[in-house]
């Protein structure tokens, strides 16, 4: 029963009012001004809030006051969505009244209430906070938009009367702008009819024409009828002066803050002054400027005559008097451009582009300021005669062990301290015979010589080649007659051989001092070591420490994690990090300094080998390293000693016959191009030089390319092009380098020992030589009558008169003891049958292969032709 109550109140009645709900939006059209006359038309719409009110609120609400009404309605009024309105049902029968437990969920409305035909659910108190709280902030948003917009509107309305301001004020400015202006404008106008009053007055009568002179007298007839206080007009030549002066006034000129620029008081009178003279017939000559004009080596006449402010044309003249046809873009001597300046009169300054390597080196230091230094001793020699093993001794370290086949191949220095605390500086030299040119730099840089001879071996190519060098520098010598521990060593025997040499020793009553020595068991170090300290202070070896490095490049080479690496000598001076230095045609900034003991040092002092890093390139070994003061300064050096190495490989001038002959024949020598990597400049340098020594007059090496470190690509690539094998001393290639030369086909050789490298480019140039032809005599034979056979020819018959005739040897042909043809001899035949020879004194019959022409009492000469092998020696 109580289910069936609740269903019937839900359900609506039959025939009841439609449920339905009042429109809570309405739109309408509103029109928006803007600034500038504009408008817009827009749709705006309005919500209102609908509220529902309880039975009891309702029933009052007639009777009530509206005031009195209001506290109710705050408490009653809810505002309500429309899905919680639902149709009212019937109300219940009498006879079948609701449950209990029914009653409080549907609550007994007033008749009046009932025929509205709405039931309203009484909301709880969580809804009505939630609605509350909706409510609080729809009415914030709706706040925050009107007053979002209201200053809006402000920012708008603002911004409009500062835009009217502005344009206000800029109008006030412009009119301010024209009035000044214009009050200028008069003023200057003023200021130029003074001035040009007073020219008119100094200018001579013939100047104004009869036209200005008529209207002058037509003038000054008016100046009684126009009265005492008229102003007079001005002439008409100066108004037209004016006005042309003054041109048309335009906006841009009524704007310009500069004006017109006006001539100053100074110059109308110098105006005043010309044309005076000029109608005095008064010709002014201009005055010659004398100029300082520097003049390079060459220049062109073009240049010539502008340095010199002169025309072209009057350079030209004076080489035209001298017998000298040139064109405006030739070049010209020195001395030429010389005689022509001072010709013109203008003083001459020449200079030269070596001009740029003035003061590199600094001058002789002052005996004061020097202190003494280190003795620098080369230690030279023939090869395997222990010179390597003498610095390891007194090294107390191994270097031979890093030696290809113990063979020295580049300069080491380094630097011994002795037990006395003195220092000694030895620089090794290489002993085989391609290191020429090292062992005549390591002779240039050095202070005293050690000459090393095995006293089992004597005095060999390379010593004698040592003395020379060490006579060539003047420096003094010391002979260390060295491995005296072997049972054949033989003192005497080595002094005896160095007097043939003009090497007197002191047992012998020269100056020479000779220790013997053995640089395996240490025996005479000491001795030897006493004997150069003694030969340095002799020689009072002093340096000026205080000053910027000089030195030289011992060695260069091309290190893969470290760049470009030189081993320099400072010779004076003192070399530090940070100094910016120039050697040969490189430079850099020096970022480390490495001695002998592989440590970093901050500065070096005089004769102290040290290894610098941070140079641009691998320099030459040889050259000479400065520090200079500024990094524009070293580029300059740099790009001028470049340019003189490339002029040097590029060659210029004229080419005399001489010279074209030679040409000539040069282009048919044949020549094995080779590109060279070595590990240190030095090295290179001497292979370069033993490869040079090996080429004749019908073949010769040339090296295309030769560089310090690994092969690389680029390496490959020019060899490929040019093609060339890849030679690699103390070097090897890196796998991209490997696998180009793999696929373009290019041979690499590895060469640690000089020896091997010489012999295998040897041989290779010995196979390009043509193979050398000897001729061996076999025999003659006179023909006694020629027969003319058909299908075959002619047939010589022969005696043979000398020696033997074979088959298919060659033949000449001798008439009247003239060669007349030389060929193969085709048919040999004796009687009938074929023959391989004929003997002297038989008779035979001969044909020549593509020759007819034969006599009878020609001589026919038999040879044959030996290709023999030809090898460089």
């Not at 056979?789 to 010589?796: A, D, E, F, H, Q």
């Amino acid at each position: 029963m109580t289910d069936q109550a609740d269903t019937s109140e839900r359900k609506p009645k039959a025939g009841g009012k439609t449920l339905s709900l009042k429109r809570t939006v309405e739109s309408g059209h509103v029109r928006q001004n803007f600034s500038h006359g504009r408008t817009k038309t827009v749709v705006v719409e309005k919500k209102k809030s609908r509220t529902l009110k309880t039975g009891a609120a309702a029933a009052e609400e007639p009777a009530a006051p509206k005031k009195a009404a209001a506290p109710a309605s705050k408490v009653a009024e809810v505002p309500v969505p429309a899905e919680i309105e639902v149709k009212a049902a019937k109300p219940a029968k009498a006879a079948a009244p609701a449950p209990a437990a029914a009653a409080p969920a549907v609550k007994e409305r007033p008749a009046s209430r009932a025929r509205s035909g709405v039931v309203l659910r009484t909301l709880t108190e969580e809804e009505k906070q939630a609605r509350a709280l909706a409510l609080d902030s729809a009415r914030e948003r709706e706040g925050e938009d009107r007053r979002r917009a209201e200053e809006e509107a402000r920012r708008f309305a603002d911004e409009d009367s500062r835009r009217d301001r502005e344009r206000t004020e800029a109008a006030a400015r412009a009119a301010e702008e024209a009035t000044r202006l214009a009050a200028e404008q008069a003023t200057r106008a003023r200021a130029a009819d003074e001035a040009k009053r007073r020219l008119d007055t100094d200018l001579p009568v013939g100047r104004a024409t009869a036209k200005d002179l008529k209207s002058d007298e037509a003038e000054d007839d008016d100046k009684p009828k126009r009265g005492a206080g008229h102003t007079p007009a001005k002439p008409p030549v100066a108004r037209r002066t004016e006005e042309r002066r003054r041109g048309k006034l335009t906006i841009t000129k009524a704007f310009d803050d500069e004006g017109e620029r006006q001539r100053s008081l100074a110059s109308m009178r110098r105006r005043v002054e010309r044309e005076r003279k000029k109608h005095m017939g008064i010709q002014e000559a201009p005055q010659k400027i004398i100029r300082d004009v520097i003049i390079p080596e060459v220049i062109t006449i073009q240049e010539l005559a502008n340095r010199m402010a002169e025309r072209a044309v009057d350079v030209m003249k004076i080489l035209m008097k001298q017998g000298i046809m040139l064109k405006i873009t030739d070049v010209i001597d020195s001395d030429t451009a010389q005689l022509v300046a001072e010709e013109l009169g203008h003083a001459v300054r020449r200079v030269a582009e070596s001009d740029v390597e003035e003061g590199l080196v600094g001058e002789d230091d002052s005996t004061e300021s020097k202190l003494p230094r280190a003795p620098v001793v080369t230690v030279m020699g023939h090869v395997d005669h222990g010179k390597t093993s003498l610095l390891d001794a007194l090294r107390k370290t191994d270097v031979a062990a890093g030696e290809a086949g113990g063979i020295t191949q580049h300069i080491g220095a380094y630097q011994v301290n002795l037990s006395s605390g003195e220092r000694i500086t030895f620089l090794d030299t290489p002993g085989h015979a391609a290191f020429t040119s090292m062992r005549a730099r390591g002779a240039k840089v050095t202070d005293i010589v050690v000459l090393v001879v095995a006293a089992d071996d004597g005095v060999m190519p390379q010593t004698i080649e040592a003395i020379n060098h060490a006579k060539a520098a003047g420096v003094p010598m010391i002979v260390a007659i060295n491995k005296m521990d072997k049972p054949e060593a033989d003192p005497t025997r080595v002094k005896n051989e160095l007097l043939q040499h003009e090497v007197v020793v002191e047992d012998f009553g020269g100056d020479v001092l000779a220790v013997p020595i053995s640089a395996k068991t240490g025996m005479g170090l000491d001795k030897l070591e006493e004997t150069i300290l003694l030969q340095a202070e002799l020689l009072d070896i002093r340096a000026n420490p205080d000053r910027p490095a000089e030195g030289i490049i011992v060695e260069a080479k091309l290190d893969r994690g470290r760049g470009p690496v030189g081993t320099v000598l400072v010779q004076r001076g003192t070399l530090r990090v940070g100094d910016i230095i120039v050697a040969g045609a490189e430079w850099g900034r020096v970022r480390a300094l490495i001695n002998d003991r592989s440590e970093n040092v901050a500065s070096a002092g005089p004769s102290e080998p040290v290894e610098v890093l941070g140079l641009g390139g691998a320099p030459e070994a040889g050259d000479v390293m400065s520090v200079v003061e500024s990094e524009a300064r070293a580029r300059e050096v740099t790009e001028y000693r470049r340019r003189v190495q490339r002029d040097k490989r590029v060659g210029g001038g004229r080419t005399s016959l001489d010279q074209m002959l030679s040409q000539l024949k040069e282009q048919d020598k044949k020549e094995l191009p080779i590109v060279v990597k070595a590990d240190v400049q030095g090295s290179a340098e001497a292979i370069v030089q033993a490869l040079e020594k090996l080429g004749t007059d019908e073949v010769t090496a040339r090296v295309i390319h030769v560089g310090v470190g690994g092969v690389t690509e680029s390496d490959i690539t020019l060899a490929t092009a040019s093609g060339a094998p890849v030679i690699g001393f103390n070097v090897r290639a890196n796998t991209q380098a490997r696998e180009s030369a793999h696929q373009a086909g290019v041979e690499i050789r590895y060469y640690s020992v000089i020896y091997d490298l010489v012999d295998d480019i040897k041989a290779a140039l010995s196979g390009m030589l043509s193979p050398e032809l000897r001729e061996t005599f076999l025999g003659n034979a006179e023909i006694l009558e020629v027969f003319n056979i058909s299908k075959v020819g002619k047939v010589s018959g022969c005696r043979v008169t000398e020696g033997v005739v074979r088959r298919g040897s060659s033949v000449r042909l001798i008439r009247d003891d003239v060669v007349v043809h030389e060929g193969k001899l085709s048919t040999l035949k004796r009687f009938k049958d074929e023959v391989k020879e004929v003997q002297s004194g038989q008779e035979c019959g001969m044909a020549f292969e593509n020759y007819q022409d034969m006599r009878k009492g020609d001589i026919i000469e038999c040879f044959d032709v030996e290709v023999v092998k030809r090898s460089l020696a």
